[in-house]
């Protein structure tokens, strides 16, 4: 028998599902209806990557700005569950990482590593598996669909707990993660892209650099789907 309260979580549940289904026929970047994703916010992720340089001089290539289409589809992906979404997410990465590919001095031969940063293990619970890593892979193998030599390579994890890096302020930022990753198992042996989805002030980014290169590895950028700001 339902309990009153059972019964309001309920009514609740079926107006989460309701509303859920009606945004997934919204689009996640303008609202507009009848598609998830429309071709006008595709075309704001097509264009050349946005480029800067993260402290100690390390190379971004972002396929956007955190803003409009690119923020409203990394949010709906992340916070809003909209897994159907992560083709859309993953195609403008695959770009940037061909992009990367191109400028950067090539792997001679070999492949490209794309080393995505961990999620938090709180992230991971809640998204049902590492978003970051999820997208690395899409955007790998679409970018080897299309001939270049990438492969994903899944070794840097969490020493220590971190606290999610939104709310904090820049100096908690690279506080927050300072130290924080290691690499485990074998090191890459061609050049590195580390992969954020969103890069804000780099913290994330800079302690994966770190971590990669005191295994030994050759980092040479950071890509992501969008950078922000900060
Ligand atoms: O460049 P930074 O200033 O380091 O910020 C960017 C990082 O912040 C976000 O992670 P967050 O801790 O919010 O975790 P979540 O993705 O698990 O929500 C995001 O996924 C990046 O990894």
Redesign the pocket.
């Known amino acids: 028998m339902l309990t009153g309260s059972g019964a309001g979580r309920g009514a609740a549940g079926l107006l989460a599902a309701v509303a859920d289904l009606v945004w997934a026929a919204h689009c996640a970047g303008c609202g507009a209806e009848g598609t998830p994703w429309c071709r006008r916010c595709a075309g704001e992720l097509a264009g050349p990557p946005l480029r800067a340089v993260l402290p100690g001089g390390w190379p971004l290539l972002a396929a956007a700005g955190y803003r409009g289409a690119a923020r409203g589809l990394l949010l709906a992906v992340?916070e809003g569950g909209r897994s159907e979404l992560r083709p859309a997410a993953a195609e403008p990465l695959a770009r940037v990482v061909e992009v990367a590919g191109r400028d950067l001095d090539g792997p001679e031969g070999g492949a490209w590593e794309l080393v995505p940063?961990p999620?938090?293990w709180a992230?991971r619970r809640r998204r049902g598996g590492d978003?970051?890593a999820d997208l690395a892979a899409r955007a790998a193998a679409t970018a080897r669909a299309r001939g270049a030599a990438v492969r994903v390579r899944r070794g840097l994890v969490l020493r220590r707990r971190?606290?999610?890096?939104?709310g904090l302020d820049r100096a908690g930022?690279a506080a927050n993660?300072a130290g924080a990753l290691r690499w485990v198992g074998p090191v890459p042996p061609g050049p590195c892209l580390v992969v954020?989805?969103?890069?804000?002030?780099?913290?994330?980014?800079l302690e994966a650099v770190r971590a990669l290169r005191a295994a030994g590895a050759d980092v040479r950028a950071v890509v992501a789907l969008t950078a922000a700001r900060?």
């Open positions: 992340k940063v999620s938090r992230s978003l970051v971190v606290r999610d890096q939104a930022r993660l954020d989805d969103v890069v804000t002030t780099g913290a994330t980014a900060r």
